[in-house]
């Protein structure tokens, strides 16, 4: 079974540091480009960041850039995600999703099941 | 930036009803388009892709069609398990890859 299981959210001060992890399970990593993709509360999906399968080439949303770092260990079957300068508007349910291809751009299946990050003091 | 715009917000239908919903874009993605059902506490999941591929495992009364900047996500007899929100997103131009709004369909 295809798999992708989220870890690393939490609380979390404004201003603060935090790394969010994605294992893969049941299929090949370094074949598939991977992503993040976050939810507000309550609101739609907003795509964080992109990573090709070799590490290639890597894409932010705007809202993220210069503040947040994906990586990737394929030997690891793992996808990472460094998040600094944490604010409030941070505050979702990331995802990480599989891209439909090596290199970045498609579609995303399957996603994890998220996992929380809340910025508060 | 290409903008996904859904309608309506939110769609009430009777059970083995029809269901419409539709996603136009602000320039053309070609069918570079995708869907994805999300149920409440769940992750997305994809529904269709290429704007008219159902993804494996969904059921035949998922249905897309459009191209270019109208898309339509037909579900033709509607089942209580079906009561979701719906996404679309484009992949034809990017980054930034872009969502959606969502159409929330209600079971009436």
């Known amino acids: 079974e295809v798999q992708l299981v989220e870890s690393g959210g939490g609380l979390i001060n404004p201003g603060g540091s935090l790394t969010l992890s994605c294992t893969a399970s049941?299929?090949?990593?370094?074949?598939?480009?991977m992503n993040w993709v976050r939810q507000a509360p309550g609101k739609g999906l907003e795509w964080v960041s992109s990573?090709?399968?070799?590490?290639?080439?890597?894409f932010y949303a705007e809202s993220v850039r210069g503040r947040f770092t994906i990586s990737r260990d394929n030997a690891k079957n793992s996808l990472y995600l460094q998040m600094n300068s944490l604010g409030a508007e941070d505050t979702a349910i990331y995802y990480c999703?599989?891209?439909?291809?090596?290199?970045?751009?498609?579609?995303?299946?399957?996603w994890g099941q998220g996992t929380l990050v809340t910025v508060s003091s | 930036e290409i903008v996904m715009t859904q309608s309506p917000a939110t769609l009430s239908v009777s059970p083995g009803e029809r269901a419409t919903l539709s996603c136009r874009a602000s320039q053309s993605v070609n069918t570079n388009l995708a869907w994805y059902q999300q149920k409440p506490g769940q992750a997305p999941r994809l529904l269709i892709y290429?704007?008219?591929n159902r993804a494996t495992g969904i059921p035949a009364r998922f249905s897309s069609s459009g191209s270019g900047t109208e898309f339509t996500l037909t579900i033709s007899s509607l089942q209580s398990e079906d009561s979701a929100v719906y996404y679309c997103?484009?992949?034809?131009?990017?980054?930034?890859?872009?969502f959606g709004g969502g159409t929330k369909v209600e079971i009436k």
């Open positions: 049941g299929f090949t990593l370094s074949s598939h480009s």
């Open positions: 990573i090709t399968s070799t590490s290639t080439y890597i």
């Open positions: 997103q484009q992949y034809n131009d990017w980054p930034p890859l872009t």
């Open positions: 290429g704007a008219s």
């Open positions: 999703a599989r891209g439909s291809t090596t290199s970045t751009g498609g579609w995303f299946d399957p």
